[in-house]
Each structure stands twice: as structure tokens, then as C-alpha cells.
């Protein structure tokens, strides 16, 4: 099924009976034992949804959004969600966890995918159970491809962050500046290789609560950006984030939510 969303794109509802899944899935079965080992895995309908495009206008920025859509009177909790493509380098995207599992949570975030592939959401709920759906992506090199921003800008801004809430849509975003270099990127000037440098873990909090923290891989974008469910109130948004340089970047955002 096709959906336009609020910024006017189409996206594929990942769901079982969707066409797209009909392709071979040599690649996950080979990959499955080293993420989950022998866990069983569920169809994820009617618990965790992923809508990602059929066909990426730009493979280094693939708009991706996860949906945990528990029923009602379904006593499931949803503890964290794990974002896997099969045919990147690296095909564990990130993992999602959450201090006060969830019935109900949206996030959307931006990744590369290096060739056509299946992209996976995986729930695993407070019972240890694992649950997934997939959407098929046709995208190439967007693990290869130059960073947008000139290297010394991008040093001038690492690590500032901005945060919104909007307030109507029960939504806030969060984006950390930071070039997150694959290691399959080629300077452009030197002809050589840029090393890996990306943001592998961020957390964000309301006052003391914590709301949600992400590691992740060379998938991530460059500067990571995060959407989310969210409700305000009085308390200040504290947003953490550290690089594999070691590098923390924090900073805590007002109540009504401000850049």
C-alpha cells in the first residue's frame, strides 16, 4: 500500500502480504543468527510498522519511520526497536531502547542504504519476544556517498544541536550536527578513504525521565536526526550524544522546546 505523508512523500506500508516481499531473502538468513542467534521471530503486524520509499530520491538520506500501534486490551510493551539493512556493510542501522516500555511511539530518522535491499524493524517486547516487519528499498551507494558539508564546516558545527516540539502533532526533533562518516566515503581532494567517525550512542530526556537512548553504525546519516513522540509539560529536554572519537556533545533545551 502506498501513503503520503505530512511532507508530501510516498512511502511503502511495510506489511506481509505486501508484493515487494516477494524477493529472496538469502542475505537476512545469513545474517540472522549473528543479530538475534536462534531467537524465534513473529510477523510484526498489528504491533510494530515500517514505512520506508519504494525508490530513494537520494540513498544517503532514506527517510525511514517505525510505529509501535499496540490495540486495545493488548497487554504487550514494546522495549526496543532495532533497524537492520540487509545489504549495507554494516546492516545493523541502530537499536532503540526505551526506559518506560511502549504501547505507542512514532520515530522517524534518515539512513543510507548502499544497495537494494530489505529494510527490517525489529521489536522486541518486555517478554523478551521478537517481532518484525520489512518494506524493500531500492537505493545504491548511499554508504559511498560524499558528505554534503565541507569537512571544516562541518568541525566548525560538530556536536550543536537543535531541538523542536510541536506541540499540535504530539511530536518533537532532535538533529546533532556531526558528519558521521561511513569509512566508505573518498576525500575528494586526496583520493583516500575518510576513516569512520559517527555519533554510536544519544539519549534524550524530560527532566529526569528519560525518554529514549539510540546506538548506532555507519548507517546513520549525516547529521543525525531524530522524530518522536512526544508529549510536553514543565520539564526541560536534555539531549546527549558520543561519538567513537569519544567526544560528548549535551545540551539541555527549555520546556517549550527551542533551536
Not at 56 to 62: G, H, N, R, Y
Not at 79 to 93: A, F, I, K, R, Y
Amino acid at each position: 500500500m502506498r501513503v503520503l505523508t505530512a511532507l508530501g512523500v510516498v512511502v511503502a506500508l511495510a506489511g506481509p502480504a505486501a508484493a515487494q516481499d516477494e524477493r529472496p531473502e538469502t542475505t537476512w538468513t545469513e545474517l540472522r543468527p549473528s543479530i538475534l542467534g536462534g531467537r524465534p521471530i513473529r510477523d510484526g503486524a498489528g504491533l510494530v510498522s515500517l514505512e520506508a520509499p519504494k525508490r530513494a530520491e537520494d540513498a544517503a538520506i532514506v527517510p525511514v519511520t517505525l510505529r509501535i500501534a499496540l490495540p486495545e486490551g493488548d497487554a504487550r510493551r514494546v522495549q526496543s526497536l532495532t533497524l537492520v539493512v540487509d545489504e549495507n556493510p554494516s546492516p545493523v542501522v541502530g537499536t532503540i531502547r526505551f526506559a518506560a516500555p511502549q504501547r505507542r511511539f512514532d520515530l522517524s530518522t534518515r539512513i543510507r542504504v548502499n544497495s537494494y535491499s530489505y529494510v527490517r524493524a525489529i521489536a522486541e517486547t518486555e517478554d523478551g519476544g521478537l517481532y518484525m516487519t520489512k518494506a524493500y528499498v531500492k537505493a545504491a551507494g548511499g554508504c559511498s556517498a560524499p558528505a554534503v558539508k565541507d569537512p571544516a564546516e562541518a568541525k566548525a558545527h560538530l556536536g550543536e544541536m537543535r531541538f523542536r516540539a510541536f506541540a499540535d502533532r504530539g511530536e518533537a526533533q532532535v538533529q546533532v550536527r556531526h558528519p558521521n562518516y561511513s569509512g566508505l566515503q573518498m576525500d575528494q581532494v586526496t583520493r583516500l578513504y575518510t576513516p569512520a567517525w559517527f555519533v554510536e550512542s544519544l539519549s534524550v530526556r524530560q527532566g529526569e525521565t528519560p525518554l529514549f537512548s539510540m546506538t548506532g553504525g555507519i548507517s546513520i546519516s549525516e547529521d543525525p536526526t531524530f522524530r518522536f513522540s512526544y508529549a510536553g509539560n514543565a520539564e526541560p529536554v536534555t539531549v546527549a550524544a558520543k561519538d567513537t572519537e569519544g567526544r560528548v556533545f549535551t545540551r539541555t533545551f527549555p520546556a517549550g522546546g527551542g533551536t
